[in-house]
């Protein structure tokens, strides 16, 4: 099934990558906001088609464009025993006060609430945690 939206016109070109964030509150009145917003907030997506159509936008500085998109796996780190290819797993953000830590970012990925039903597309490699924890970086969606 192919996902269609619209992105600003310097989006709008094949492989680039975005996560959508959520509606913006100047979109509440426009007659196209049902295609800017059917995307999930927090998902990364990666423009795959172009099409022809461009609409005048009041966010965007220049116009918008239709365009097809597919949602994209993210990297995140969550415990070895989670780390199963194809699973199901319920995120949860580890507790971390080491700011500095190098792998702070896939710990606590700013694009995942706790609870969250997510799958796990790709297990990828074990990661050094200065707290002693056993993590392993996978591939969301």
Same mark, same amino acid.
């Given at each position: 099934?192919?996902?269609?939206?619209?992105?600003?016109?310097?989006?709008?070109?094949?492989?680039?990558?975005?996560?959508? #964030?959520?509606?913006?509150?100047?979109?509440?009145?426009?007659?196209?906001?049902?295609?800017?917003?059917?995307?999930?907030?927090?998902?990364?997506?990666? #423009?795959?088609?172009?099409?022809?159509?461009?609409?005048?936008?009041?966010?965007?500085?220049?116009? #918008?464009?239709?365009?097809?998109?597919?949602?994209?796996?993210?990297?995140?780190? #969550?415990?070895?025993?989670?780390?199963?290819?194809?699973?199901?797993?319920?995120?949860?953000?580890?507790?971390?006060?080491?700011?500095?830590?190098?792998?702070?970012?896939?710990?606590?990925?700013?694009?995942?609430?706790?609870?969250?039903?997510?799958?796990?597309?790709?297990?990828?490699?074990?990661?050094?945690?200065?707290?002693?924890?056993?993590?392993?970086?996978?591939?969301?969606?």
């Amino acid at each position: 099934m192919v996902l269609v939206t619209l992105v600003g016109d310097s989006q709008a070109r094949i492989g680039n990558r975005f996560y959508f #964030v959520g509606p913006s509150t100047e979109c509440k009145e426009c007659k196209l906001r049902n295609v800017c917003f059917n995307l999930e907030p927090g998902s990364l997506y990666e #423009v795959t088609g172009l099409r022809d159509t461009r609409h005048e936008c009041m966010v965007h500085e220049s116009e #918008v464009r239709v365009v097809e998109v597919e949602k994209k796996p993210f990297r995140a780190a #969550v415990p070895k025993k989670l780390a199963i290819d194809g699973s199901m797993i319920t995120f949860e953000s580890r507790r971390c006060d080491n700011m500095g830590c190098e792998n702070r970012r896939l710990c606590c990925p700013w694009n995942v609430r706790d609870g969250d039903k997510l799958s796990v597309t790709d297990v990828m490699e074990d990661l050094d945690c200065p707290n002693g924890e056993s993590l392993t970086m996978v591939r969301l969606i």
